[in-house]
């Protein structure tokens, strides 16, 4: 009986010792340790004691039927998104680094089994009732259920939401998963169940909703502008991941149709602020009596933030770009160095990776590391992935691509493709060489002609179809289109996101542009994602994925500029530091002294 008592006690002991760590801490970091250590009381980046008052107006392209951004349909209104806290808020000079907001601190075992938020007793919504467990319980059983379907298959493996308690509400998952965990923390809207349980939740909704952040819907027209006012009582105010933001008591966004119009509008000082995407104005037109008068501030400040993929992307589920061959002989139409000097003013450097401005852009061949990954898969993936560096085509800048022509013309007519009559036809069919890029911006026409031009040379005809806002979204998310004007959003590092955008059972959702199925791309995602946390193993497999990709021509890849290019009626002030990894608006305030001095001005229409 001694003997079997003893062994109950081992064995009891064994499983005490076998229990991973238990660690509460008030931040959570992908990898390394937070910046910001508990005591905290503000980010580096902020002013503390910035002034609150002021307005800030800003324009926003296109048209919004719909304040619900989360619905399935519909064109959410500019600063929606918004309207709702999280249970952790992000850093922006560190990458995937969340603090404490709705829960003030986390619980959670070092093998990232479960995680436990402890939400704040003082958190509440608008109308002053309190955030609970169960509205946490309920946004995320909202979002699983009836929120776009990439959520679902995101989240599929948490196993359980469950409220503890009041103030405590438990999420775990099938295995250990420190990445998704810590998305719920800072990606997951929490919604008031009082008010969204009445409400369908998948469809648009035109009254602004209850919601629990710094701000709420103060006066809106459809359509046309919709204005945001500061809440004075916000209960997160003080809090170390608020102070010194929010400043402006009220942001107003005007609604225009066309972005020269509102290029004018700003000049004439119907609003505050705009950040220059379009070289072309830029560096012509900003000019007038209110630059001279230097009530128009004009900045560049660099920047070395990661940058997405903007390209012209080809939808491979339609035949005519099903041949890889096909879309890198496209490539060739871009010109991109004639464009840069005659369109651009030399603003630009030519993009050529999925990771640019970060450590796991692939350049020159394949490291043995990068080599162990990639020979498994080898025939299944482009052989130049291991002989050659991806560069995308380069010209002298003169508009004469001959060279560059006649390459393309070969690998077309290795594709089963021929020029008769100057037009290039299928040699089996007859069928020419015709397709349509979808666009919804009058700036992308001056770019998109270029390439038409020298497509044409080629034999291929490619009508440019400039819609609204409201129809390119819809056809984006029903894919209808062959070639469309969007490329892909920066990635500071290879995430288990990029399963949303890449992966072949995410085929159905909009983040997958180009329409990939590709059973190596799988393989590659999932690499990823398995290798969250050794950061030498991810860097391995974020370049020989990024080579995988550039090898495919899945885009023919644009441009970037590494710095932000603004102009801001000069009524403003902001902290020494601006964050790393944003411009930081919402920590600028209004100086009521430097007001004072610009000319009276209708901004609000």
Not at 501 to 517: C, E, F, P
Not at 520 to 536: K, M, R
């Amino acid at each position: 009986m001694k003997q079997f008592v003893t062994l109950i006690f081992l064995l009891w002991c064994s499983s005490v010792w076998a229990a991973p760590k238990v660690i509460t801490s008030h931040a959570l970091a992908l990898r390394g340790t937070p910046k910001y250590q508990k005591n905290f009381t503000h980010f580096d980046y902020v002013n503390p004691n910035a002034s609150k008052g002021g307005s800030l107006t800003m324009a926003d392209i296109g048209t919004y039927d719909s304040f619900h951004r989360f619905a399935q349909r519909g064109v959410a209104a500019a600063g929606s998104g918004t309207l709702y806290d999280t249970l952790m808020v992000s850093s922006d000079d560190e990458i995937e680094v969340s603090y404490a907001l709705i829960a003030e601190k986390v619980e959670y075992p070092e093998d990232f089994t479960w995680m436990i938020f402890h939400l704040n007793a003082k958190a509440q919504f608008h109308d002053a009732h309190p955030i609970t467990a169960e509205d946490v319980v309920f946004s995320f059983n909202t979002f699983f259920e009836k929120g776009v379907p990439q959520f679902k298959q995101y989240y599929k493996d948490v196993t359980e939401v469950l409220a503890l308690d009041k103030h405590r509400v438990r999420f775990s998952v099938r295995e250990s998963n420190k990445e998704m965990l810590l998305s719920i923390a800072s990606g997951l809207n929490i919604l008031p169940k009082h008010y969204w349980e009445s409400r369908d939740f998948s469809e648009p909704q035109t009254t602004p909703p209850l919601g629990s952040s710094a701000y709420r819907v103060k006066d809106f027209k459809i359509g046309q502008y919709v204005i945001y006012e500061r809440v004075e009582d916000y209960w997160a105010a003080d809090l170390p991941v608020k102070k010194g933001q929010s400043n402006f008591d009220i942001i107003r966004y005007d609604n225009y149709r066309d972005d020269t119009v509102a290029l004018e509008a700003f000049k004439a000082g119907e609003f505050d602020l705009r950040q220059e995407n379009v070289s072309k104005y830029w560096a012509t037109l900003y000019t007038g009596p209110n630059f001279d008068n230097k009530y128009i501030v004009r900045e560049e400040i660099p920047h070395d933030i990661p940058q997405g993929m903007q390209a012209l992307v080809f939808n491979i589920k339609k035949e005519i770009f099903s041949d890889p061959r096909v879309r890198e002989a496209l490539v060739y139409a871009m010109d991109f160095e004639w464009m840069n000097k005659n369109l651009f003013y030399g603003q630009y450097r030519r993009t050529r990776s999925y990771f640019q401005n970060t450590q796991y852009e692939a350049k020159g061949l394949p490291s043995s590391e990068e080599l162990k990954i990639l020979e498994p898969l080898r025939g299944k993936i482009p052989d130049r992935v291991f002989t050659e560096e991806y560069q995308p085509p380069v010209t002298d800048g003169s508009g004469n691509i001959r060279k560059q022509t006649r390459a393309a013309l070969k690998l077309l007519k290795e594709a089963g493709w021929q020029v008769k009559n100057k037009v290039l036809s299928n040699a089996k069919t007859g069928k020419p060489f015709e397709f349509e890029l979808l666009i919804y911006s009058p700036t992308m026409e001056r770019i998109a002609i270029p390439v038409q031009s020298n497509l044409k040379r080629m034999g291929i005809t490619m009508n440019i179809r400039q819609v609204d806002t409201t129809q390119f979204t819809n056809r984006m998310r029903s894919r209808d289109y062959d070639m469309i004007s969007r490329g892909y959003s920066a990635n500071a590092y290879p995430s288990t996101n990029l399963k949303i955008v890449w992966r072949s059972d995410y085929l159905d959702y909009t983040y997958n542009a180009a329409g990939v199925q590709d059973p190596a791309i799988d393989a590659l995602v999932d690499g990823i994602e398995s290798a969250q946390q050794d950061t030498e193993a991810l860097l391995h497999y974020g370049r020989a994925f990024d080579r995988v990709l550039q090898w495919n021509f899945f885009v023919i890849p644009e441009w970037h500029i590494s710095k932000f290019r603004v102009a801001s009626w000069d009524k403003f002030k902001r902290p020494a530091v601006r964050p790393k990894y944003s411009l930081g608006i919402d920590t600028w305030w209004v100086d009521p002294d430097k007001e004072k001095k610009l000319p009276k001005r209708n901004v609000s229409r």
